[in-house]
């Protein structure tokens, strides 16, 4: 791990225009972990991080966001959302052309730090998301990408053979480390201000979309063409990376994340009875795994398009089910059990509104989100925030979160 582990970014020095809502009033603000996970290699890379507290012990104490994706009914819905950082705000885009490089943003621990917490200091959420991006631990699996502004990821080398399996081996931590980095520094800046501090993995099987396809797909019709015709090859590619997003996840934890949150993205893109078979298991194996050294850290599992995937997405043992904004929330309210906490899901496109459609979408999804009883519930949007949504729309949207209370509505 570099030796800045112990620095700090001295947020007074952050360009960050404070915009708010007028409602709100924002506060300007030693021992090693193995990720070796239980059924992973023994010759996986162990990283040394900055010595923490456990992940997490449940206690009434704990921030707001965190007690909800456990499945705790909350005073009210804490929110984040999904791109929370990124190209909607002004400072993140004066940022990206002093380092317009993707990579360099999203893989040096102090841009890392610095754009996680733009919002945060901008909109003060309940949640604040890592950086960084599903690919980012490929190399560390021995599987390059490089990313085009053009089209996205790109990956030279596929994976369509049994041969080409031998390129993949075990998760090597210390190419990630800035990850790790990033994680301890954001958590010391977010101790004791109500926030929760939240990594992310992608699912085997998204991953696997890309070292399959090669790039972004609409159809992705080459992986489902595996699915069907070689479907032992596909499933043995996702059981090794599953094993790897285990351990990835776990680093995390142990670098600080008080929430992991599994981004199945193209999960949706299979029929609900080809997902049981082909990207449950491996998404199965990986939160068992993760379960094994870290049975408290709530877990979310979000895949776009899900509306059939619902019942299918809780039993995978997840503590909390993201909600895209296709299914109604009182609907998924009745069909996901009452311990499963629920993620979401006002549109994104409603930030483009009023402000007053935007309160009365809040109000809305808080509402049916405990239509079918008292659960725990993250409000979010039903995906991430569209480039060129109006900041002050995101300020209204979390004012309206704060003043959203159960016993009130």
């Known amino acids: 791990v570099m030796s800045s582990m112990s620095s700090r970014v001295n947020l007074r020095s952050m360009s960050s225009r404070t ?47 965190l007690r909800a994706a456990r499945g705790e009914r909350t005073e009210r819905a804490p929110a984040w959302m999904m791109r929370q950082a990124g190209r909607y705000q002004a400072v993140y885009r004066k940022l990206a052309e002093k380092h317009p490089s993707f990579r360099t943003r999203s893989e040096t621990p102090e841009l890392i730090v610095e754009i996680s917490l733009q919002p945060f200091e901008s909109f003060r959420p309940d949640g604040v998301i890592l950086f960084s991006d599903i690919l980012t631990p490929l190399p560390a699996v021995g599987i390059p990408f490089e990313i085009d502004n053009e089209v996205g990821p790109v990956l030279e080398k596929t994976i369509r053979s049994k041969d080409d399996m031998s390129m993949m081996h075990d998760i090597d931590l210390s190419k990630v480390s800035f990850t790790g980095e990033a994680l301890t520094t954001l958590r010391g800046h977010l101790d004791g201000t109500g926030a929760t501090l939240l990594g992310f993995v992608g699912s085997p099987f998204t991953l696997g979309t890309y070292i399959v396809e090669g790039q972004t797909s609409r159809l992705y019709k080459t992986v489902k063409t595996m699915a069907l015709t070689e479907p032992t090859l596909l499933l043995d590619m996702l059981d090794k990376l599953a094993v790897a997003v285990a351990e990835y996840a776990c680093f995390q934890i142990e670098a600080g994340a008080q929430v992991i949150q599994i981004f199945d993205s193209w999960g949706g893109q299979l029929p609900p009875t080809m997902w049981e078979s082909i990207s449950k298991p491996s998404i199965v194996k990986t939160i068992n795994l993760i379960k094994e050294k870290h049975p408290d850290v709530p877990l979310t599992l979000y895949a776009n398009g899900s509306g059939g995937l619902l019942e299918r997405i809780a039993s995978t043992g997840v503590n909390c089910v993201g909600v895209d904004w296709t299914v109604d929330m009182a609907d998924a309210a009745k069909r996901l059990p009452a311990d499963k906490a629920m993620q979401g899901n006002v549109d994104p496109v409603v930030l483009f509104a009023d402000e007053n459609s935007i309160e009365a979408a809040v109000k809305d999804c808080v509402k049916k989100a405990q239509s079918n009883g008292p659960r725990g519930h993250v409000l979010n949007l039903g995906h991430g925030v569209i480039v060129g949504t109006p900041e002050e729309a995101v300020a209204t949207f979390f004012a309206a979160s704060k003043e959203t209370f159960y016993d009130k509505m």
């Open 19 to 65: 915009l708010l809502h007028p409602r709100m009033r924002i506060r300007s603000g030693g021992s090693r972990c193995s990720s070796s996970v239980s059924g992973s290699s023994s010759s996986s890379s162990t990283v040394s991080l900055t010595s923490r507290p456990p992940a997490s012990t449940a206690s009434n104490d704990d921030p707001i966001l």
